[in-house]
Each structure stands twice: as structure tokens, then as C-alpha cells.
């Protein structure tokens, strides 16, 4: 099975940078997701590791090292439209199930 | 927008009865994912289909049931509703095994 873990919630200033943790144990892996959900809306697909490092995409960057179980989201230049769920999600070795965590709500304060 | 559509948007429903949720993947994906958000809980995972064929379980009740059609859309059909049953439910799709996937709005559901 899968467990995963990520903090419940966090609070960040505008323009700051955040890091969302995310440890995460599991039977088998074949790729970890971040993921960002409003409130009430569906979960919008940000990042995907499958191989140790740094991934980077604009304001979002990932993190993941397999070895360690260990991933995070960093968030730079944070802007209030991030207020939002960050969702960890790890998908098994038979590339079948995709099986989250229970997200971390972010709060961005001006 | 994703490319992934859920109808209906809303339903609801009584206790003990029976509904079908409906979800068309995007185009060319073969994979399907259903998930069940309660209030301010994570995803939970229920089922997947790959091409027709189920491929993972969750947690999902014996009340609930899916199926992939072979035009790729999807069905779930939750049955002897009962109000813990309320929830958001998630269609998601992803080209294979390996890609990302894309969710649907959500259907939310609320029995009474």
C-alpha cells in the first residue's frame, strides 16, 4: 500500500517563497505529482518526478529523492491567487493506482 | 479545461436510492480514475479502468460499482445511498499508466 504525508496546512506572505513537504511510503513507485486544488474545484495537474532532482516550471519547482521517500514543492514570488490545496500523489509500480495525500492548504496573506 | 467532462454537475438525491455518474475522458486517453472527496478530505481513491478493463481497486464499497465502456466514457453507479455518501466524486484520465492525469469539475453529490 501507500502511505503518504504532507502537512495540513501552511501560511506564507505575498511575493515570499513556501516549500511543501512530502514523505511518502510505498509498496512500489512509478512517479510522484503535485497537483493544486481551489476549493470546490478539481485538482489541476503542476509537476511530475519520476527520477531524483529538481524539476522546474516557472514559480513552481519539485523536488523528489526516491531513496529518501522524500519530495517537496517550492512556490516563489507567491501571489494570493496561490491560496489553494497542494496535493502529493504517488503512483504505483504497476503504473495503476495514482493514491494521494491528504493535501496541504496553503494560505498567502499580503 | 481539462478535456475530462462529468455530468451532472449536481445530484441530489434520497437515502437508499440508486444514481449513475458519467464521465468522458479526454480524447485518445484510455485510462480512467474515479475518486470520492468528502468535506475537507483528501482523494480518495476508488477504481480505474485502462481500456475497458479494471486495473486497480481502492476503497471502494460493494454499493458502488464502474465500468468503461468501449468508447472510453465511464460510469459509476453508487447504489442504497446513504448520507455519508455525500461527497464531490472525480473523474480523471491520463493517456497510459506512466503520464499525468486530468480531472473532470466533479460531480457533487448530496443525499438527504
Known amino acids: 500500500g501507500q502511505n503518504i504525508d504532507q502537512p495540513t496546512e501552511m501560511t506564507a506572505t505575498e511575493g515570499a517563497i513556501v516549500q511543501i513537504n512530502c514523505t511518502y511510503q510505498t509498496s512500489g513507485f512509478n512517479g510522484l505529482f503535485w497537483y493544486q486544488q481551489h476549493a470546490g474545484e478539481a485538482p489541476t495537474f503542476l509537476s511530475y518526478n519520476v527520477l531524483d532532482g529538481l524539476e522546474e516550471k516557472g514559480r513552481f519547482s519539485s523536488f523528489l529523492s526516491r531513496s529518501k521517500g522524500y519530495s517537496y514543492l517550492l512556490l516563489k514570488e507567491l501571489q494570493m491567487k496561490d491560496s489553494a490545496s497542494y496535493l502529493c500523489?504517488?503512483?504505483?509500480?504497476?503504473?495503476?493506482?495514482?493514491?494521494f495525500g491528504g493535501g496541504t492548504r496553503l494560505m498567502v496573506k499580503p | 479545461d481539462s478535456g475530462v467532462t462529468q455530468t451532472p454537475k449536481h445530484l441530489i438525491t434520497a437515502t437508499g436510492q440508486r444514481v449513475t455518474l458519467r464521465c468522458s475522458p479526454r480524447?485518445?486517453?484510455?485510462?480512467v480514475y474515479w475518486y470520492q472527496q468528502s468535506l475537507d478530505q483528501g482523494l480518495q481513491f476508488l477504481i480505474q479502468?485502462?481500456?475497458?478493463?479494471?486495473?486497480a481497486k481502492g476503497n471502494i464499497l460493494e454499493r458502488f460499482s464502474a465500468q468503461q465502456f468501449p468508447d472510453l466514457h465511464s460510469e459509476l453507479n453508487l447504489s442504497s445511498l446513504e448520507l455519508g455518501d455525500s461527497a464531490l466524486y472525480f473523474c480523471?484520465?491520463?493517456?497510459?499508466?506512466?503520464?499525468?492525469?486530468?480531472f473532470g469539475q466533479g460531480t457533487r453529490l448530496t443525499v438527504v
Open positions: 480523471a484520465s491520463s493517456v497510459g499508466q506512466i503520464s499525468e492525469a486530468f
Open positions: 479502468y485502462y481500456n475497458g478493463e479494471e486495473r
Open positions: 500523489a504517488v503512483r504505483d509500480n504497476a503504473g495503476n493506482m495514482l493514491t
Open positions: 480524447s485518445g486517453d484510455l485510462s
